[in-house]
Every structure is written in structure tokens, then in C-alpha cells.
Antibody, heavy 118, light 107 residues
Framework: EVQLVESGGDLVQPGGSLRLSCAAS????????MSWVRQTPGKGLEWVSA????????YYADTVKGRFTISRDNSKNTLYLHMNSLRAEDTAVYYC???????????WGQGTLVTVSS | EIVMTQSPATPSVSPGERATLSCRAS??????LAWYQQKPGQAPRLLIY???TRATGIPARFSGSGSGTEFTLTISSLQSEDFAVYYC?????????FGQGTKVEIK
């Protein structure tokens, strides 16, 4: 059974930094592309970033480009999202999600809440 | 960026009735469209990918159709567990984008 477990969400001040983690199990992590998707009540679901199975290719939404970095440690079956220069509008539940064959998501974690506020 | 527009926003449907949800893309996404179901406090769950292929374990009452810019998710006979929010997602172009969601409510 595929399991994705996010952690690292917290309350952080504007301008601060945070690292989210997603521990994966139940599938071959090293060959699976992964993404981070966030959800806010006002803006719904928003794709944030994606990374190939090898980690050699990464993609970012314009709203986070230059501030967020996606990475993975295939030896630990773990996906990361390093978030810098956080803004109030980054407040959301962050999900890690596993790609299907193309760009749909066939498995999601339970989400971790990031709140950016002073 | 491709904008995905879902309609109606909040249909009210009686159990056992058919529900038809629409998703329109601002430009063609071919058949690279997925549908998800989300219940309160839960992550989204994949229902349909490739516009019309049901994901593993999804009941046959869920069906998807369409290509290009117009897509439909049909729930043939609504069960109590189907009252939820439904999202479409295009993955034809970067960035991937989602619709704003359709909340299916009990009539």
C-alpha cells in the first residue's frame, strides 16, 4: 500500500523559512516523479513544484520560483520542500503527491499545514 | 497558464439521481485531464485520468468524457458517500492547473 506522510508544517513569521518532508513507502520511490500541491480555502488546489524520479529535473510554479526548492533523498525515500522568504499568501495545507504515468496524481499524503503570520 | 473553469458551482442532487459536472479549459489540453474527489478533512482522491479512464478501485458509476477544452464527469446514481467536492486538473501544459471545484450537495 502506498503511503505518503508529510511533516514539518508550522507557524512561521513572514520572511521566515521552513522545510517540509514527505516520507514515502509502498512503491518504488526512485522511479516515481513527485510533486507538492497546496490548498487554500480561497484559491483551491495549486500545484507548487515537481521533481523527477532521479531528482535531475525540477519544476516550479511562478509564485514560488526562486523562493522554494524541491529535492529528494532516494536513499531515505523522502521528498522535501525547502521554503524561504515565506509570505502570508503561502499559508496553505501542503500535500505531497505521487505521479501516475503522466501528470495526474494517484496517491496523496494527508497534508501538513503551513501558516505564515506575525 | 491554462485556466480551468468548473460548473455548476454547487449542484443539489438527490441520492440515486445522476450528476453531471463540467470542466472547461481556456485552451486545448487534449485528453490530459484528471478528476479528483475530496471530502472534508481528507486529501483529494484520483477518480479519472486521461479524461475517461477510471483509476484503480473507482466504481463504474463514475465516468469521464471529453477532449480538447470541454470535459464532463458523470456520476450515474449518486450514493451518500459521493457528496463531496470534485476538481478537474489539466496536465497537458506547465504549470499544471486545477479547477476551482464543484461541491455536490444533498438535495
Amino acid at each position: 500500500e502506498v503511503q505518503l506522510v508529510e511533516s514539518g508544517g508550522d507557524l512561521v513569521q513572514p520572511g521566515g523559512s521552513l522545510r517540509l518532508s514527505c516520507a514515502a513507502s509502498g512503491f518504488t520511490f526512485t522511479t516515481s516523479a513527485m510533486s507538492w500541491v497546496r490548498q487554500t480555502p480561497g484559491k483551491g488546489l495549486e500545484w507548487v513544484s515537481a521533481i523527477s524520479g532521479s531528482g535531475g529535473s525540477t519544476y516550479y510554479a511562478d509564485t514560488v520560483k526562486g523562493r522554494f526548492t524541491i529535492s529528494r533523498d532516494n536513499s531515505k525515500n523522502t521528498l522535501y520542500l525547502h521554503m524561504n522568504s515565506l509570505r502570508a499568501e503561502d499559508t496553505a495545507v501542503y500535500y505531497c503527491a505521487k505521479w501516475g504515468t503522466a501528470g495526474w496524481y494517484n496517491s496523496w499524503g494527508q497534508g501538513t499545514l503551513v501558516t505564515v503570520s506575525s | 497558464e491554462i485556466v480551468m473553469t468548473q460548473s455548476p458551482a454547487t449542484p443539489s442532487v438527490s441520492p440515486g439521481e445522476r450528476a453531471t459536472l463540467s470542466c472547461r479549459a481556456s485552451q486545448s489540453v487534449s485528453s490530459n485531464l484528471a478528476w479528483y474527489q475530496q471530502k472534508p478533512g481528507q486529501a483529494p482522491r484520483l477518480l479519472i485520468y486521461g479524461a475517461s479512464t477510471r483509476a484503480t478501485g473507482i466504481p463504474a458509476r463514475f465516468s469521464g468524457s471529453g477532449s480538447g477544452t470541454e470535459f464532463t464527469l458523470t456520476i450515474s446514481s449518486l450514493q451518500s458517500e459521493d457528496f463531496a467536492v470534485y476538481y478537474c486538473q489539466q496536465y497537458n501544459n506547465w504549470p499544471q492547473t486545477f479547477g476551482q471545484g464543484t461541491k455536490v450537495e444533498i438535495k
